[in-house]
Structures are given as structure tokens and as C-alpha cells.
């Protein structure tokens, strides 16, 4: 099955084609020029500028996949989490070529499709832990299957990619500022300020990274004079260990053979060597999508949205868009046989 997908939850258009051969297309718009100079993303921003890009997005992917409407099988899109204005746009683009072409469609969580971001580029044998650290979310989920996640921990304040970006912005670096602290990091040392690491005592997994960015605001103030690099390299390793050490524990404790970290922080080299490294060590085996699939994008939307279609389920068109969205709660697809089943799973 040939499948279109959109995705618009934040401040990303993206379209992309999948279909049984794999990835024949993904392009993404990024927003970052139009929000940059407001150190964040701003809402109102995002959704006119995915109503203007939405359309040639879409036609760049087919384009790209060298095929045209005619072609599709079926319609995939994001309908939450995110700014609901943004998602409305993708969502609204998605239902009116799935209204028009007759096409079978289907909503999918934003969430779901970073978890299983890495099986468009290769296997990975179910259970896996994976590790969901983006911008808007920070999650430990055991992935029991397509559409079964247990969610184990999460970050009880900010998400890591927001204290990433917050920390930039106190920084004066520009947005978004993960990756703006991971390539100024690189010629840090890391062992330079040690900034305190949040354990939580009776959290389980659960995880808290308003701390670690406080305490980055109070160094800041008593300027210490630390260089650049230094501050953003002790920053970025205070917010991996904190990362670390909850998900190793898991793995650990739930006999977990493989991590999978997914989500746009997933592309921070840093968390990716001291996982790797600690992976080893603890006998874990770790993958992280490419990086073209950590931060958003509609390939993975297309790969969860690919696998429901083909297990035959469908969203009506009636389907809204939701900002707030827990994995595994949501409107019910209809299965073929007529059975209701949860989206997002278990
Ligand atoms: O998954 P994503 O593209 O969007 C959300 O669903 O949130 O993640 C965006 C987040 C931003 O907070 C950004 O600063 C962070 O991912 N990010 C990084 C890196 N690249 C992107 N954080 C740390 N290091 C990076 N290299
Ligand atoms: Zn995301």
C-alpha cells in the first residue's frame, strides 16, 4: 500500500510517501527563520505558515516519489499532540485529498510515530524501551508492539528539548537551541561546571529538567566567566546523564534487550555517544533513528499510519485534531470486522 502522510503538529510541514519498498519520499519545511529571532515558537506564526507551505510540501513529495494523486492508497496524518492550529492544517489538508480521491484515512498520534521512527530503517524485535526525548515531550514507553506502548516515566516539568532551548535562549544562542548547544558543546569540556542532576526519590522513571535550567540561570548571574563552549558542554552532559540513568535503569529492571531513542534531542551527539557507551557497558544494545527521522518529519507518520491502514483500520473523516493526546487514548478506528480498536494502543 502506497501511502501519503502529513505532519504539522509544531512548526515543521512535512509530507512524505511510504510504501512496501520503503521511504519513496520526505520533505520537511522547516519554520525555524520565521520563529528564531522570538527564541521560541510562536503559534499564530506556525499555523499561517503551514497554510501557505502546506500544498507545495505535499506536491514536492509526490514529486520526489515520482508519482501523482492518482497513485496514493491511503491517507496518513498527525492529529496530536501539538499546537492545534498547526495540526489542523496538515490534518485538514490530509482529509480533503482522502474526501476527494476516496481514499481510506487515518489519524495518527505524533508520539506513536517517534517511537517507532527507527523501524524505517531497520528491524528491531518487539519489546523495545524507547526513549522519547523532543521538544514537547520526555517519556520512557515500553513498545510492546504496533499500537501497544506502557508508558513507564516521564518528565514531571520540562521536556529535555526545552530545556535545551531555554538554556540557549539564557544563552543568547540561536533557536532551536539543541543543536545550537550540541555544536558549541563540541569544543567544551564537559567536566567544566558540574550541574546538579535531579533524582527523583519515589519517581519510578519519571524524570525533571527545570531544575538543571535553574541552575543554569543562577550560574549565569553570579558570572563565573566560564567560556561558552564550557557552559553548554557541562549543561548538555547534566541533561544526558539525567537522561541516562532512568532509562538504563529500566532496561535493566525489565530485562530489555535494546533502547531506542527517538525524538528531535535524539539527534544530540552526545547523548547518542554516552548512550552507546553505556549501552555497552550495561550489555544493551541502543539505536537511534537517522537524523533525518529523529526530529519531525511525516516518514514516520507514514510508517505508523501504513501499518494501522494495513491492519484495515480507518478514522472517519470527522476526526479532530487534539492538543493534548496520551498515547494509547483516543477517538476508536474502525477495524474491519466492525470491532472498535484503541489508537495508540493498549
Ligand atoms: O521532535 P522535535 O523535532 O519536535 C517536537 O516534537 O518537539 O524536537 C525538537 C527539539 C527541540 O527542542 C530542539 O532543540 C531539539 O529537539 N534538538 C536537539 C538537537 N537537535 C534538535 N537537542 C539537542 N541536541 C540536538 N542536536
Ligand atoms: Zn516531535
Do not use: W
Not at 120 to 142: E, I, N, Q, W
Not at 231 to 258: H, K, N, Y
Request: glycine share 12%.
Amino acid at each position: 500500500m502506497r501511502v501519503l502522510a502529513i505532519e504539522s503538529s509544531c512548526d515543521d510541514t512535512a509530507a512524505a510517501v511510504l510504501d512496501g519498498d520503503g521511504v519513496r519520499a520526505s520533505v520537511v519545511a522547516s519554520q525555524d527563520l520565521v520563529h528564531g529571532r522570538f527564541g521560541g515558537v510562536v503559534p499564530e506564526l506556525a499555523s499561517r505558515q503551514h497554510v501557505l507551505t502546506i500544498v507545495p510540501v505535499v506536491k514536492r513529495a509526490l514529486a520526489q516519489a515520482e508519482i501523482g494523486l492518482d497513485d496514493v492508497e491511503g491517507v496518513a496524518a498527525t492529529y496530536g499532540p501539538g499546537l492545534i492550529g498547526s495540526l489542523l492544517v496538515g490534518l485538514q489538508a490530509a482529509k480533503g485529498i482522502a474526501f476527494a480521491r476516496n481514499l481510506p484515512f487515518i489519524g495518527v498520534n505524533h508520539l506513536e510515530g517517534h517511537l517507532l521512527a527507527i523501524l524505517l530503517d531497520r528491524p528491531v524485535a518487539f519489546p523495545y524501551l524507547g526513549l522519547l526525548v523532543s521538544g514537547g515531550h520526555t517519556s520512557l514507553y515500553v513498545v510492546e508492539g504496533i499500537g501497544v506502548y506502557r508508558l513507564l516515566g516521564r518528565t514531571r516539568d520540562d521536556a529535555a528539548g526545552e530545556a535545551f532551548d531555554k538554556g540557549a535562549k539564557m544563552l543568547g544562542l540561536g533557536y532551536p537551541g539543541g543543536r545550537e548547544i550540541d555544536r558549541l558543546a563540541a569544543a567544551g569540556d564537559h567536566a567544566a561546571i558540574r550541574f546538579p542532576r535531579a533524582t527523583l526519590k519515589r519517581g519510578g522513571y519519571d524524570l525533571s529538567f527545570s531544575g538543571v535550567k535553574t541552575s543554569l540561570r543562577q550560574h549565569l548571574l553570579e558570572e563565573r566567566g566560564a567560556a561558552l563552549p564550557d557552559v553548554c558542554a557541562s549543561f548538555q552532559e547534566a541533561i544526558v546523564d539525567m537522561l541516562i540513568a532512568p532509562t538504563l535503569r529500566a532496561a535493566g529492571d525489565l530485562g530489555l534487550e535494546t533502547i531506542v531513542v527517538s525524538g528531535g534531542v535524539s539527534a544530540n551527539r552526545r547523548l547518542r555517544a554516552r548512550m552507546e557507551e553505556e549501552g555497552a557497558r550495561a550489555g544493551v544494545a541502543v539505536a537511534f533513528p537517522r537524523f533525518a527521522y529523529c526530529t519531525d518529519n511525516a516518514a514516520m507518520i507514514a510508517y505508523a499510519g501504513r501499518a494501522r491502514l494495513l491492519r484495515g483500520e480507518r478514522h472517519p473523516l470527522t476526526l479532530n485534531a487534539a492538543a493534548t493526546l496520551p498515547i494509547g487514548v483516543g477517538p476508536k478506528a474502525l477495524a474491519p470486522t466492525g470491532t472498535a480498536t484503541e489508537v495508540g494502543g493498549a
